[in-house]
């Protein structure tokens, strides 16, 4: 019931939506010292934005690899400032660290529980093959 989002009636009735054209990722770690960030593309901008750093802005028109970061450049200050304003609204930091220590405590209960228990794998769950690419957990090593 909360959800925000657009409807996908234009594209059944075949015409033009009247979207934004923008989109929004976060990269949330809970490593300690590393940043929350948030990205917005916005038509021919993306944004990246480190809590605690200065933004990276790419023109995805001029430099579709991202090699040319714009986020200092006097030039670009008026589109870095109001996408950065974007970005940054309805969005707190502080509370997706709060949430990510709470969660991170909650995974250290389940992780120590299973070191001591050592409980049989579920029928039911997936296992990947023996010779798929499968990356360590973090306090595992390969």
Excluded at 20 to 34: K, W, Y
Excluded at 105 to 130: C, F, N, T, Y
């Amino acid at each position: 019931p909360a959800a925000t989002g657009m409807s996908l009636l234009p594209l059944l009735e075949g015409t033009a939506p009247n979207w934004p054209n923008e989109a929004f990722s976060e990269l949330v770690s809970s490593g300690p010292g590393e940043p929350v960030i948030r990205m917005i593309r916005k038509n021919r901008w993306k944004l990246v934005h480190f809590d605690g750093y200065r933004p990276q802005l790419f023109d995805l028109e001029a430099d579709p690899h991202e090699f040319d970061d714009l986020g200092e450049s006097p030039q670009h200050a008026s589109i870095r400032d109001q996408l950065l304003r974007r970005v940054q609204s309805g969005w707190s930091t502080q509370a997706i660290a709060s949430e990510v220590r709470e969660r991170d405590a909650h995974r250290q209960v389940i992780r120590r529980w299973l070191e001591v228990v050592k409980p049989a794998a579920p029928l039911e769950q997936w296992l990947p093959p023996d010779d798929a690419n499968v990356f360590p957990e973090p306090n595992e090593s390969p």
